[in-house]
């Protein structure tokens, strides 16, 4: 049988590969070092797991409104005022099964069959996807060291034709860990507004920035779209649950879409989550934050010392986006060589786009500073031993 | 702006609007007696309970593969073998957050743009939401008590199109409780094997039948999709559990889709689930049946008595979908009116299609056998007073 090619379009994570083969090393007794993986290694802080036991306890773990539970939808408003001195409604939350489903529901809302999407490239492989997923169109456009692999204002108005209707963009970004100043963005969202179409922006990283305090884009005018997460700076990736903020005029038809399409985000979740914003939890999560913060500090310097190029340096997220030019003109076999060889598993770059992804490599420091040390060791030992 | 016509196509759930008024009304001090809600009422069972909260007192809440826990498919691999005798490989099944998620994988799957799903009306309203939101189309087929509320091979030999890929099914069937014969079934599975199609059988209400045991679809060849929840017989809604079923020759390309558009279903779920085919936890869930069989043999006497007409006894699920003409030629103000009058909340027929709604209501069971006797003297009063 012929497949859609709705199928066809969407490539699985090359990573994958490269993941299973690790397993299998780890079967035959190896030590992997995972450096590929895109979650935190820090478990769901106790005073989550306390909130939530409690509520599992009493067995009621029913189906919230599909927008979700009242209170969380408050609880995140109430997050906006308070650590962006930014005003957003309750009801313009809402709580998704992670951030895949606020995204779901962010295009299945604003984009028809044939639109076009524009996002960075190199950029969160996904995001194309979903676009594909929806019967869109993305347009990728290549970013590069100048604007700190982020999209522009200029490139916006350079790329937007009549069937765009929206861009893609995240700050702090995956891959690259870079962000995207203020201005910059306001132009954006000022841009789209415009242009009658949306700015998406993706802030599942915004817990974790390590020298600024970002400014959030939620609220800056009805044309902005923002997702956010537990999974990252909370740290509660398993129990799926995200968010997004949009304005009023979108939030019945996100509803309505929700309703049909995943009726609700897991109830578990979303009580974990309203325990997430307790003071003596954020205390947990801060710590969380300084030690990804060491790890950051620590692999950028060893790194630049081991001879990858760091073009711009990583400012948030958990992420290092590396040169390997000096040592392999094809990253995705120089991953599978450091898998094979020292046991170091990260990211090729053709996971991320077609931005002359054989020139680099994603780092995650998603393990602990010894283990980031030994892997620092291994690679010392084989790209100079 | 002007909206994308797949957001202006999707419907609403009516029962939405009536379940807010229900709310403002409670809200005021009536009490409302909810027949409109299709969940169990029961809590999770113990079991289940004791079993996630030793797994999140770990506080080890991370993702688990795309595709699901290793021992959750291997559990639902041995469930069919157990229950059913039928031999599936744990490789076919994969654990989605909820039947939607199932859904979503099978239609993203196997259906192009503009492909053709059949489906009966009346029948699940979501079906047909999730096809246009997938940019397929679907052709609803009238089906009254003649074939059970149920499609029928000669219905599918009639429509299958050039452009038909697919027929969703369920047995138990919501909102009619009816079933579908195995012979039929069979008779049908091949019937799409022939034309390079699939069957999609919605089986999620398979644990809830009172005078039979049913045999299930998996397996039955590889044209065949089941899907399947942890949300109906289980009891564990707002967890947001699963299941498909398909050929081997499926799974990756379901795989993939997963990983991009869901991640994995919720982790404390798929624990949860993993806990809910242990001998314990099934002897808690039979005591649920009963439960529900009782209010079913109430309900379905004493609407009887009232004068509903069940032009077909439903004998799975917990609704009963009633024929009201004797009472109203406009089910959706009657839905109203008794809400109003009585206190009393039902499903009005136009949200599970276009095939004469305006003559049906859908009573749920899904609340305790004092409230149904309440429920049904406040109908006697009012429709007979």
Redesign the interface.
Same mark, same amino acid.
């Given at each position: +049988?012929k497949?859609?090619?709705? %199928?066809e379009d969407?490539?699985?994570?090359h990573v994958?590969a490269l993941l299973a083969r690790a397993r299998e090393l780890e079967a035959q007794g190896r030590d992997i070092i995972h450096m590929e993986i895109g979650?935190p290694d820090f478990?769901?802080?106790?005073p989550v797991?306390d909130a939530?036991?409690s509520i599992?306890?009493?067995?009621?773990?029913?189906?919230?409104p599909a927008t979700g539970l009242p209170a969380l939808r408050e609880a995140i408003a109430h997050f906006y005022l308070q650590r962006y001195q930014r005003l957003v409604k309750a009801e313009q939350v809402i709580i998704t099964?992670?951030a895949?489903?606020a995204l +779901?529901l962010a295009l299945?809302? %604003?984009?028809?069959?044939g639109?076009e999407v524009l996002m960075a490239d190199p950029g969160y492989?996904?995001n194309r996807?979903?676009v594909r997923?929806?019967?869109g169109k993305t347009r990728t456009i290549a970013v590069n060291a100048e604007s700190a692999y982020q999209l522009s204002l200029e490139q916006l108005e350079q790329q937007w034709r009549d069937n765009t209707v929206a861009a893609i963009i995240a700050t702090p970004s995956n891959p690259t860990g870079t962000l995207i100043e203020y201005d910059e963005l306001t132009a954006m969202a000022d841009f789209v507004r415009a242009k009658?179409g949306y700015l998406i922006v993706d802030e599942i990283y915004h817990g974790l920035v390590y020298e600024n305090e970002l400014e959030t884009a939620a609220g800056l005018n009805e044309h902005v779209i923002v997702i956010n997460s537990f999974s990252k700076y909370f740290s509660?990736?398993?129990?799926?649950a995200g968010w997004l903020v949009a304005a009023p005029a979108l939030i019945n038809?996100m509803?309505?879409?929700a309703?049909?399409?995943?009726?609700?985000?897991?109830?578990?979740?979303q009580y974990a989550a309203l325990a997430a914003f307790k003071a003596e939890n954020i205390e947990v999560l801060e710590q969380y934050k300084k030690e990804f913060q060491q790890r950051r500090d620590y692999l950028l310097s060893a790194l630049k010392e081991l001879g990858f190029v760091i073009e711009v340096e990583p400012r948030g997220a958990f992420y290092i986006y590396a040169n390997c030019e000096k040592f392999t003109g094809d990253s995705d076999q120089f991953a599978l060589d450091l898998l094979e060889n020292i046991g170091v598993a990260i990211t090729p770059g053709k996971d991320f786009g077609r931005n002359r992804p054989e020139k680099y490599v994603r780092f995650a420091y998603t393990t602990s500073l010894p283990r980031l040390q030994q892997a620092v060791a291994r690679l010392k030992d084989y790209l100079h031993g």
């Open positions: +049988m497949k859609p090619s709705r %199928i969407i490539q699985p994570f994958m979650e478990p769901t802080p106790q797991l939530v036991s599992i306890d009493k067995g009621d773990i029913h189906y919230t099964p992670g895949s489903g +779901m299945g809302t %604003i984009m028809a069959e639109d492989p996904c996807n979903f997923f929806l019967s009658g509660m990736t398993g129990w799926r038809d509803d309505k879409l309703q049909n399409i995943f009726l609700a985000a897991p109830t578990p979740a």
